[in-house]
């Protein structure tokens, strides 16, 4: 059996239930309506914490399900259990895998599909954008590698899947003599706010691309239909 592949929570180490928390927080958010939903890992989490966040991902109505730590087994866990119900968001924003240590890229992948599975089938009018998994280490090793190799696995297997796009952000992370600087991930794994701001502005286009043609397609059949519009969010 696929560990990445099987929906648990974390282990409680700490003893706190602080995941847990945090989780049914995310279920009492469910109700606030977002138009672009984040999921994932601490690389989601962070950038909640960024101003890149407040001044282009909140007027967007945008909710952060980002918890530290997670594996792609926690993050299907909690998408079958609660956090994508009452909600119709219009794009889900998934990162998650670098956290799979001692699993093979294979395995990853197929952890990654899963969530993508389930978010299909609970989120259908959604768009999915998935990020690929960002490189790690100051300098090249094997981590670095496999997530590279996810990434490439990817690509070949979600090509064509209907309302999927892979967005890789990776360009100009690693520089030419193979080290990341610490101005874009001060600890070679989290993203600094200025690296947000470099190696997500790709997203923040397509997600902005992704909303403005939503709007556009359903003022159009609201149009054709004959019925009152409703005026378009124009925060």
């Known amino acids: 059996m696929n ?16 995941w847990m928390n945090i989780h049914e927080r995310f279920l009492e958010e469910t109700l ?14 962070n950038l909640a914490h960024t101003d890149m966040w407040r001044q282009h991902f909140v007027p967007m109505h945008s909710l952060n399900f980002g918890i530290g ?16 119900e009452h909600m119709k968001p219009k794009v889900v924003v ?12 294979e395995m990853i992948v197929e952890g990654i599909r899963e969530v993508i599975k389930v978010i299909q089938s609970k989120q259908p009018q ?9 490189p790690r280490g ?18 070949e297997q979600l090509v064509g899947l209907e309302k999927v796009q892979v967005l890789d952000v ?21 993203l600094t706010p200025e ?10 286009e397509l997600l902005t691309q992704l909303l403005t043609e939503g709007e556009e397609e359903e003022l159009e059949d609201c149009e054709s239909s004959g019925s009152a519009c409703s005026p378009l969010k124009t925060e």
Do not use: C
């Open 3 to 18: 560990p990445a592949t099987t929906p648990v929570p974390p282990e409680d180490v700490q003893g706190d239930n602080r």
């Open 32 to 45: 606030l309506e977002p138009e672009v939903l984040f999921i994932g890992d601490s690389l989601i989490r």
């Open 69 to 84: 730590g997670d594996q792609t087994q926690h993050v299907l866990w909690r998408v079958l259990n609660g956090e994508l």
């Open 94 to 105: 998934l990162l998650v895998g670098t956290n799979n240590v001692g699993h093979l890229p």
């Open 126 to 134: 959604a768009y999915l954008v998935l990020i690929s998994l960002l």
């Open 138 to 155: 100051q300098k090249p090793n094997p981590l670095r590698e496999r997530n590279a190799k996810v990434n490439e696995l990817l690509k």
């Open 170 to 190: 990776n360009e100009g992370i690693v520089q030419a003599d193979g080290k990341i600087d610490a101005h874009d991930m001060d600890d070679y794994l989290h």
């Open 195 to 204: 690296g947000y701001r470099k190696f997500f502005e790709p997203l923040m």
